[in-house]
């Protein structure tokens, strides 16, 4: 989908899914796009139940990106993306 569509912004889980033998958290996710040119800029918002470590609340703090903690109500971090996300790539007021 990242390759085919334009992404306003990414909610983001540190805690992924992977298939056995291969694993990647939302870090490594998070550093793979701000390494791609097409996804650099891409607002991204954290998600996540997991307790970050202070290291990990650098990472977040060095790129830039907010770390909310679940549960947390969704219309939050609604209103934090309606600040972040370019408006030529909201189709609809219902989008966000």
């Not at 701000?34 to 307790?51: F, M, S």
Request: with cysteine; glycine share 4%; proline share 9%.
């Amino acid at each position: 989908m990242l390759r085919t569509e334009p992404v306003a912004a990414v909610i983001l889980d540190l805690q992924l899914w992977a298939p056995p033998g291969l694993s990647m958290s939302g870090f490594d996710l998070l550093s793979i796009m701000r390494g791609t040119p097409e996804y650099a800029c891409v607002p991204v918002v954290i998600l996540t139940g997991k307790t970050l470590s202070p290291v990990e609340h650098a990472l977040a703090r060095q790129w830039d990106v907010p770390v909310f903690q679940k549960p947390q109500r969704y219309a939050v971090v609604i209103d934090y993306l309606k600040t972040v996300v370019r408006p030529e790539l909201i189709h609809s007021s219902n989008e966000l």
